[in-house]
């Protein structure tokens, strides 16, 4: 997940730091043009599945992949909670974890 | 005339709250909340499944008018999930209420005191109208309290156990004490229960399994709102002293012998 502008600063770069530099690797193969071709979209892990995603990173593709009521479900991701307000400026990056949440019954 | 509660920013009428889990069907549930008329209701979190459409409560609740959706913390292990999870639940309800559980273990399901007062000072200084779940203990009451809870919400008995009010005197002391609402959540089984954490003084109760389980839950809902509401006039009218000895009601003039 990159939320500008505070992620572009290089603030606050938890979990999802490490998990960003993880994803950079293969790359860096494809250039030394060995390994393997590129795969076709992105691949992050939504609600503990991989998901491969085939937009452009915003959470309104995602949601609309999923099939999500974007009314309905809240979102953290890395382990971090994104506010509604941020939605727009959400940009997904290959390895991110995504969690959808909705109300279910409970006590 | 139960005279109206105020909660966080809200103010309420009914002084029964209901748990939505457990009911054979959101009909179901939703049946029973309407003839409780609850004006509280919880909520639990849980992970998005496409297709899975037929689960979503929130549609439907969200349609009943005047009901304010509490998501709780359920799942949470410790103070910081416990944290995640109300953010999150803020995210779904828009309003800043949380029932605030932790329990880690599922055996008993017993809540966790030091877990549950570290999530409460951070949600409360978040703006969060934080209603705890906890153990019925008067000293972490007033510990909840100074931590900014909106209520403290001592437990009947384990969750889901219908073993009743297992720690009325404990209550009974928060309640003296509390200047926060005082709720009890968690082991009731039936509405004299409910009655009598009212008629001893008790804001309200919330009830889960006690209805949810219960072979007709629509009228079992009717139960309880009937006896929260006796036992609300009852602590309003005030109870009579208790005597150690009989008190007689009818004279005892002697007409009768000779």
Avoid at chain 2, 54 to 65: A, F, I, K, M, R
Avoid at chain 2, 192 to 216: P, R, T
Avoid at chain 2, 245 to 258: I, M
Wanted: net charge neutral; aromatic share 4%.
């Amino acid at each position: 997940m990159r939320i500008r502008p505070q992620r572009a600063h290089g603030v606050r770069l938890g979990a999802g730091c490490i998990l960003r530099v993880s994803g950079m690797v293969p790359r860096t193969r494809i250039r030394g043009d060995e390994f393997p071709p590129k795969v076709p979209g992105m691949n992050l892990v939504v609600n503990g599945k991989p998901h491969s995603h085939g937009g452009g990173g915003t959470l309104a593709e995602l949601f609309e992949e999923c099939r999500a009521n974007p009314a309905q479900v809240a979102v953290m991701i890395n382990g971090e909670v994104v506010r509604r307000a941020q939605w727009d400026s959400v940009k997904l990056v290959e390895g991110d974890q995504v969690e959808m949440l909705v109300f279910a019954a409970g006590g | 005339m139960q005279g109206d509660f105020r909660l966080g920013d809200r103010t309420f009428t009914s002084r029964l709250f209901l748990g939505t889990g457990k009911f054979s069907s959101t009909d179901t549930m939703l049946r029973a909340v309407r003839a409780s008329g609850a004006e509280l209701v919880t909520v639990a979190l849980r992970r998005f499944h496409e297709g899975r459409a037929e689960d979503d409560v929130y549609g439907p609740l969200s349609s009943l008018p005047g009901i304010t959706i509490v998501p709780n913390t359920s799942g949470a292990m410790n103070a910081k999930e416990a944290v995640r999870a109300a953010m999150l639940g803020r995210e779904l309800s828009g309003s800043p209420f949380v029932k605030l559980e932790i329990h880690p273990n599922p055996h008993h399901l017993l809540p966790d005191p030091i877990e549950t007062y570290e999530a409460a000072k951070i949600l409360s200084r978040e703006g969060f109208f934080v209603l705890p779940y906890m153990p019925a203990d008067p000293v972490l009451a007033k510990r909840l309290e100074d931590a900014g809870c909106a209520a403290v919400m001592p437990l009947g008995a384990a969750i889901g156990s219908g073993q009743g009010l297992t720690t009325a005197g404990m209550v009974e002391i928060m309640i003296r004490d509390a200047c926060v609402p005082v709720i009890v959540d968690a082991g009731l089984r039936s509405p004299s229960e409910a009655a009598a954490v009212m008629e001893m003084g008790g804001d309200a109760v919330l009830v889960n399994s006690a209805i949810a389980a219960a072979d007709n839950p629509e009228l079992m809902a009717e139960a309880f709102a009937a006896a929260v509401a006796a036992g609300r006039k009852a602590w309003q009218a005030g109870l009579m002293p208790r005597s150690e000895v009989a008190v007689a009601t009818s004279p005892l003039t002697a007409f009768l012998g000779d």
